[in-house]
C-alpha cells in the first residue's frame, strides 16, 4: 500500500531521506551514502518509516524524462519487501516525492506507482484550480474539482486530504442540516481511510512534527467537533476539541492547536459563560500574533464577548482596527453592526442608527434589521413594524444554529408588535424558535441570565393573552 505524498515548495537540490539507522542522498543525478551527521543536521530530511535496515547496494536508481519535468524512482529492495520513492524535479529542484510501501516484489511496487509526471502535474494545477475556486468563493465548483482529483490520485495521504476539503466545500455550501451531514460524512469517511494509513505509519514509529499523518488527523478531528458543535452536539464537540489539544501542541501543531482552543470559545459562548469565552481567546490572540490579522473570526468574537460583558473600550478599539484590516463588504457589515450596537449602548442614537442602515443596506442581515427597527420605533413606527415582520419571516426560514442567539432580537420584535395584530403570530414563532433550540441543545443553555429572561417574558406574554381570554364570571 502507499505510506504517503508530502510536497515541498521548491528548496533544495537534495532530498535526504532515512532508512532505519541509514539515509541516503536523492538529486536528479542519482543516490548516495549521506553520513548520519548530515541527516541530524538537514530540516529539510525526512525520516521515513521503514522497520528494517537496508543497505545502499539495495537501492535502485532509475529516471523517467518527460518534457521539462523529471522524474526519479528509486527502488529499495530488503527482507522481501520493496519501497519505491518517486520524486519530481524541475529545474533541478525537487518539488515532491512520493513513497510506497508493500511487501511484494519491486516490479507489483512499481506498478502500483505507475503515473507519469505529466498525469502528476496535470493533478497538480487541477487541484490548484480547486483551492482558486475554493478561495474565491466557488465551492459548488471546487467541490467537483476536488472529487476529480481524488478519483484520479494514487496516494492515500492525498485522498485523506482531498475528502477532508470536499468536506469544507459541501459545508460551505450552506450551513444548513443536509450540508451539515454531507460534510460529516465526508469528514468520517476520511478518518476512516486515514486510520487504515495511520495504523501503518504508527507500527512504524512515523513521528515528528513533520508528520502529514498527525497534521491531517487533526484537522480532520477539528472539523468533525465543529460539525458537532453546530448540531448542537456540544459534549461530542468538547471531546474532539480536547483531543486535538491534547495532542496538537506537543506536535508542533499550531494551527489545529488554535483552532481547537477557539472551538472550546464557541462551545463556551453558546452556554453563556463570557468571562470563559474571554480568557480563551484572549490567550489566542496572544500566543498567535503573527497571523492575528488574518484571523477575522477571532478578533469579531472577542470584540462581540467584550460587548456583552460591558467592555466597550477595548471592543470599540478592536473592531475599528478591523475596519482599517478587511475591505470585504460582507465582513465589514458585520464589523458596523457591533459598532452600531456599541453607540446604542452609549446612548449616541443618531450614530447608532446610521451605522445600523450603512450595515443593513451593505450587506441585509438580521441584527441590523432588527437594530434599525429598534431604533425607528418612535420616530417611524410603520417603518418599524415593516423591518420586524421581515424579521419575523427570516427567523421563521433561518436553519439552526446554536451560535446564533436571537432572544434579544426576539425581544425587540415582540416588544415592538406588543399592540399589534401581528403580535400573536410573533409569539406562536418566537414559540417554535425555542421549541427547535431545546430539542437540539442542552437544557444548561437557557440558564443565562439573558435566557432566563427571555423564558420569562415569554410566559408572562402568555398568560396575558390566557388572561385576556378567559371567560368573565
Same mark, same amino acid.
Given at each position: ?20 539507522? *541509514? ?100 493533478? /497538480? ?12 468563493? *466557488? ?19 492525498? !485522498? ?48 515528528? =512534527?513533520?508528520?502529514?499523518? =498527525? ?42 492547536? *488554535? ?26 490572540? =496572544? ?22 460583558? !460591558? ?71 410603520? /417603518? ?27 425581544? =425587540? ?5 406588543? *399592540? ?54
Amino acid at each position: 500500500m502507499l505510506l504517503g505524498s508530502i510536497s515541498f515548495a521548491p528548496q533544495s537540490e537534495v532530498l535526504e531521506i532515512a532508512f532505519g539507522e *541509514h539515509c541516503y542522498r536523492v538529486t536528479a543525478q542519482g543516490v548516495t551514502a549521506a553520513p548520519l551527521d548530515a541527516y541530524f543536521r538537514l530540516d529539510l530530511c525526512t525520516p521515513i518509516p521503514i522497520p528494517y535496515r537496508l543497505p545502499l547496494e539495495a537501492v535502485q536508481f532509475r529516471e523517467v524524462l518527460d518534457g521539462e519535468a523529471k522524474v526519479v524512482r528509486v527502488v529499495v529492495q530488503g527482507d522481501g519487501r520493496a519501497l519505491t520513492i518517486t520524486t519530481y524535479w524541475q529545474q533541478q529542484q525537487w518539488i515532491a516525492f512520493t513513497l510506497c510501501h508493500q511487501s511484494s516484489s519491486s516490479e507489483e511496487v512499481i506498478e502500483l506507482c505507475q503515473q507519469s509526471s505529466q498525469t502528476y502535474f496535470d493533478l /497538480e494545477r487541477r487541484e490548484q484550480l480547486a483551492w482558486d475556486l475554493r478561495n474565491n468563493g *466557488h465551492y459548488q465548483e471546487a467541490r467537483e474539482e476536488f472529487r476529480q482529483v481524488l478519483y484520479q490520485t494514487k496516494d492515500p495521504l492525498k !485522498g485523506c486530504a482531498l475528502m477532508l476539503e470536499i468536506g469544507n466545500c459541501e459545508y460551505l455550501l450552506g450551513q444548513s442540516v443536509e450540508q451539515s451531514s454531507k460534510a460529516y460524512q465526508w469528514y468520517q469517511r476520511a478518518q476512516r481511510a486515514l486510520a487504515l494509513y495511520g495504523s501503518e505509519a504508527q507500527l512504524s514509529d512515523f513521528t515528528g =512534527k513533520y508528520n502529514p499523518w =498527525k497534521r491531517l488527523h487533526m484537522r480532520i478531528l477539528v472539523n468533525l467537533a465543529n460539525i458537532n458543535v453546530v448540531r448542537g452536539r456540544l459534549e461530542e464537540g468538547k471531546a474532539g476539541y480536547e483531543a486535538v489539544i491534547r495532542y496538537a501542541q506537543p506536535l508542533g501543531l499550531q494551527r489545529e492547536y *488554535h483552532f481547537a482552543l477557539q472551538g472550546q470559545a464557541l462551545i463556551a459562548s453558546i452556554l453563556g459563560q463570557r468571562d470563559r469565552v474571554i480568557d480563551v481567546l484572549e490567550f489566542c490572540k =496572544k500566543i498567535d500574533v503573527a497571523t492575528l490579522r488574518e484571523n477575522y473570526s477571532l478578533r469579531l468574537n472577542l470584540s462581540h464577548s467584550y460587548i456583552l460583558v !460591558g467592555r466597550l473600550i477595548e471592543a470599540d478599539i478592536e473592531l475599528k482596527k478591523m475596519l482599517d484590516d478587511y475591505e470585504q463588504e460582507e465582513l465589514r457589515a458585520t464589523v458596523i453592526y457591533n459598532l452600531a450596537w456599541i453607540a446604542e449602548l452609549r446612548g449616541e442614537i443618531g450614530t447608532a442608527l446610521e451605522y445600523y442602515q450603512w450595515s443593513y443596506s451593505t450587506h441585509p442581515n438580521l441584527d441590523s434589521l432588527v437594530g434599525l427597527a429598534w431604533l425607528l420605533r418612535f420616530q417611524d413606527p410603520s /417603518e418599524a413594524i415593516s423591518l420586524v415582520l421581515q424579521a419575523v419571516r427570516l427567523l421563521e426560514e433561518v436553519a439552526f444554529d446554536p451560535l446564533q442567539d436571537y432572544t434579544l432580537e426576539w425581544i =425587540k420584535i415582540l416588544d415592538i408588535l406588543r *399592540h399589534r395584530p401581528q403580535f400573536y403570530n410573533a409569539l406562536d414563532s418566537a414559540g417554535f424558535w425555542i421549541a427547535r433550540m431545546s430539542t437540539c441543545l442542552p437544557a444548561a443553555y437557557w440558564e443565562t441570565p439573558a435566557r432566563r429572561k427571555f423564558l420569562q417574558c415569554i410566559r408572562d406574554y402568555e398568560n396575558s393573552l390566557n388572561l385576556a381570554s378567559s371567560p368573565k364570571v
